[in-house]
């Protein structure tokens, strides 16, 4: 004779690994900060490069890409609020909205 193991944890089990399988996905990098859309003086820092959602196109959002088109479009010639000259990660963000087909005119403090 066969012995089964309980339906009420069977289901249990399976729902667990379910959810364990589309917790993880591909890291798409940090989101880029336009600071909620707002109309800005001054630029802040970005805190790491862009990563796949805004680069590659198969992960790309286009709604983030274009709030951060729009963004450095709008603003990407004013200073830093922290008088600091662009970082590593500006610079990536910078060279990522020309890669895209902004104008290199149009950030000029952020590509530094």
Known sequence: MRRFAPLGLAPAVLVAA?????????DLGPLFD????AT????????GAPGPRYTEVETRDTAR???????YTQFGALPFCDGDRA?????????????LGGAAGKV?????
């Open 87 to 99: 970082g590593d990660a500006d610079r990536a963000w910078g060279q990522a909205y020309v890669d």
């Open 65 to 71: 890409v274009l709030a951060m088109m729009k963004y």
């Open 40 to 47: 800005v003086s001054c630029l802040v820092h970005q805190t």
């Open 18 to 26: 379910v959810l364990a399988g589309c917790s993880s996905g591909p």
């Open 108 to 112: 000029p403090t952020v590509l530094g």
């Open 34 to 37: 336009d600071e909620g859309g």
